[in-house]
């Protein structure tokens, strides 16, 4: 289906609750949609040693959290990269140069420069529906929720409401075959052959923390600390919640709302 507008959203929800499975199914089925995930980019930096991801690497080799700032800069050199957002008052933010707050002859990052740049800068971005996307790993808080709106504004956050007893359930009954990465599960994706691998016939695995104690602290962890995200954007009018116990419920409300929001036929 195509988009009349762009689209700038993010999912929202509990460990375990199928955010993987409703991105892959909203890009098959409105093509216009791109992924951009904090994870990779930040993957990607370290992988092609630019001074931010240096930076971040040495960060993260010590335990220490890798700061919003650096996180946000990322995602500001691959929106103006892509062309979707304009720096009207700077110049364009590169992590290969001393524009990301780097400072290339030591590799630290300046905290106190670039939040004010963020402040700072007048940004341009465009509606047009190639520039629309899915946000994945950030923001997680309202502070990080409002340092991103300085950037680009986010128009529909998706609160997807699964019970906690079903993901608990769904878990529980989960195996991986750990050389590939592929998943299963017993209730709703059983493997062909009781414990094997479809391709390989290798044995499958449960994860270390695939247990119940373990997952419901997970649980009351993250409902705690979503609270004031999720308040954040229903302050801005762009929250929406769905509820299901499987991605199966889930993705014809979610399409359906996606679609009546940006669809070339929607309001």
Request: aromatic content about 8%.
């Amino acid at each position: 289906m195509a988009l009349a507008r762009a689209a700038r959203i993010i999912l929202v929800g509990a460990p375990g609750v199928g955010k993987g499975t409703q991105t892959e199914r909203l890009m098959k089925r409105f093509p216009e949609l791109s992924s951009i995930s904090s994870g990779d980019l930040l993957r990607k930096n370290v992988r092609e040693r630019t001074p931010l991801g240096i930076q971040a690497e040495a960060k993260m080799k010590t335990g220490e959290l890798v700061p919003d700032t650096m996180i946000l800069r990322l995602i500001l050199n691959e929106l103006t990269t892509r062309g979707w957002i304009q720096d009207n008052t700077l110049r364009p933010y590169s992590v290969y140069s001393s524009a990301t707050g780097v400072d290339e002859a030591d590799g630290t990052v300046d905290s106190v420069l670039i939040p004010s740049q963020f402040r700072a800068a007048k940004y341009q971005y465009t509606d047009h529906p190639s520039a629309s996307f899915i946000l994945d790993g950030f923001p997680r808080t309202a502070s990080q929720a409002i340092q991103l709106d300085s950037i680009v504004p986010i128009n529909l956050v998706v609160n997807i409401q699964t019970p906690p007893e079903v993901i608990i359930e769904r878990i529980c009954n989960r195996w991986v075959h750990e050389p590939s990465g592929r998943v299963y599960n017993t209730t709703f994706n059983p493997p062909k052959i009781e414990g094997k691998d479809d391709e390989t016939g290798e044995p499958l695995t449960r994860r270390a923390d695939d247990d119940p104690e373990v997952w419901k602290a997970r649980l009351k962890r993250f409902k705690e600390t979503n609270e004031n995200l999720l308040e954040h954007y229903d302050k801005h009018g762009v929250l929406w919640t769905v509820n299901g116990n499987s991605s199966d419920e889930i993705s014809p409300q979610l399409f359906k709302e996606f679609g009546k929001r940006f669809g070339a036929g929607g309001n």
